[in-house]
């Protein structure tokens, strides 16, 4: 099979020019922004069904990004979205609650071993700063310490506060907010030692592209417990795909709530807090304490989402879902893998990861991302008709979805054997991707050279100098 060129991106351009004039940043959500992307990719979206999506130029890609990770099954799934298309006809909004709230909430409650009690919303960050919240109440105590390994836990300000991306937010705002280091438990000794009776919880991704080592999680476990603090799992992109009921139970590990969302309804708008009945009800009636204003939003109990959690979660048992993908993912890697030794480019397109959530990763020799390689690399694999920025398998992915993967991503690895040959560097059209969490549009690094007099000057920070000349 001879795949691409793929170079006609002409009507998706237009369009996105237009909607960045109407929405700031031209997408909802920042990864899916523009300069997360080659210049020549896929702008707007028509549709998608399965493993695949169209733009509206017309071209049909193989996608393995999965909207932001957030379908497991396959884009327009027919189980998943009947049910929806039933509770939309029963009606979406009650002036009480519906008996659907009734029936997932016994359902989750059965299922998930971390589950006393639930609560459902719309969104990935609220549920994250919900539990947040109610560890400082139960505790009285003001600091949360998170994962400094993790990229992402809340648009709100106790997090985003703490990065480059912090315009808006008062230095107050996150000032009690704390890092440590994954599978470093003296990181996380040192916190408590610090501020000992201050804590009130730690919030982390169980797993995120390593292993934890030397009983990591049970310490965690050990340590909270001893100190009187709240252990928080974030399962957003873990839940699932490790294990139905969340990577934790794969370890044994039962945190005090646990945040779930993404996959949980196949990209449908739905999330899900679940934890100890003591923490959950100080957002309830049933006590006498000062009560938390927990979760409490218009679109909290829609039944579209709550049909398509249901569905999902049925459909994934049914076809035992984790093990399909890992099974995928394992040939993925290998496959990527004996690609790059093949091409002689292995020290610069590695594979990171577990088989269930991997992630191609573009960098120099020493292992350092290369942003410019990765554009390179991307832009190619798109034209030739693979949408991979990062790795969301699903049960549509199969043996046709690898083979022509392994057939673009060689193209792919061609593309970085040239580039790290030319002088000054790899070449693309327009500019390469940049992190999301910066400071400046212009900025290429997450530490930037403008603020920061340690970090590297790269071009962006000697722009951003003459313009503020």
């Not at 080592?213 to 603090?229: C, I, S």
């Amino acid at each position: 099979m001879t795949l691409g060129p793929i170079r006609n991106f002409e009507k998706g351009m237009q369009l996105a020019r237009r909607l960045t004039e109407l929405v700031p940043g031209g997408s909802h959500t920042y990864s899916r922004g523009e300069d997360q992307f080659p210049c020549l990719s896929p702008r707007i979206v028509d549709r998608a069904e399965g493993a695949y999506f169209w733009d509206v130029d017309g071209n049909r890609f193989l996608d393995w990004a999965m909207g932001v990770r957030a379908v497991i099954l396959g884009h327009a799934y027919p189980r998943v979205d009947d049910a929806v298309k039933a509770a939309i006809d029963r009606g979406v909004h009650f002036t009480r609650p519906g008996i659907l709230e009734c029936e997932l909430a016994e359902y989750l409650v059965d299922l998930l071993p971390v589950a006393e009690m639930v609560k459902f919303a719309k969104n990935g960050s609220d549920v994250t700063t919900a539990a947040v919240k109610l560890a400082r109440a139960y505790t009285g105590r003001k600091y949360v310490a998170y994962c400094a390994e993790h990229p992402f836990f809340s648009i709100h300000d106790w997090f985003i506060g703490t990065t480059p991306a912090n315009a808006g937010i008062p230095e107050e705002a996150s000032q009690h907010t704390l890092r440590f280091s994954y599978n470093d438990m003296p990181s996380v000794e040192a916190l408590f030692a610090q501020y000992p009776g201050q804590i009130a919880a730690l919030i982390l991704e169980p797993v995120k592209s390593e292993e934890p080592r030397d009983g990591f999680l049970q310490k965690l476990r050990d340590v909270t417990e001893r100190e009187g603090a709240i252990l928080i799992f974030d399962e957003m992109i873990s839940g699932i795909r490790f294990d139905i009921r969340g990577a934790h139970h794969l370890w044994g590990v039962y945190p005090d709530l646990a945040a779930y969302g993404k996959a949980m309804s196949n990209g449908y708008s739905f999330s899900l807090l679940a934890g100890r009945r003591d923490l959950m009800e100080l957002g309830g009636l049933r006590h006498d304490r000062r009560r938390v204003f927990l979760l409490s939003q218009t679109h909290g109990a829609e039944t579209t989402g709550l049909a398509a959690c249901r569905a999902t979660l049925d459909e994934c048992q049914r076809v035992d879902i984790s093990r399909h993908i890992a099974g995928i993912g394992r040939r993925l890697i290998e496959g990527i893998r004996a690609l790059a030794e093949r091409e002689g480019v292995s020290d610069h397109v590695r594979m990171a990861g577990f088989d269930c959530n991997p992630q191609i990763v573009c960098t120099r020799s020493s292992g350092e991302y290369w942003p410019e390689l990765h554009t390179a690399f991307h832009e190619e694999v798109i034209s030739h008709g693979v949408v991979i920025p990062w790795i969301s398998i699903t049960y549509s992915h199969g043996e046709e979805e690898l083979a022509r993967t392994f057939e673009a991503v060689g193209e792919g690895m061609r593309r970085v054997r040239r580039a790290i040959e030319e002088i000054p560097g790899p070449r693309f059209e327009g500019e390469a991707v940049k992190p999301v969490f910066r400071p400046f549009n212009r900025c290429r690094q997450a530490t930037c050279g403008r603020l920061h007099p340690s970090a590297p000057q790269l071009d962006c920070c000697r722009d951003g100098e003459k313009a503020a000349h």
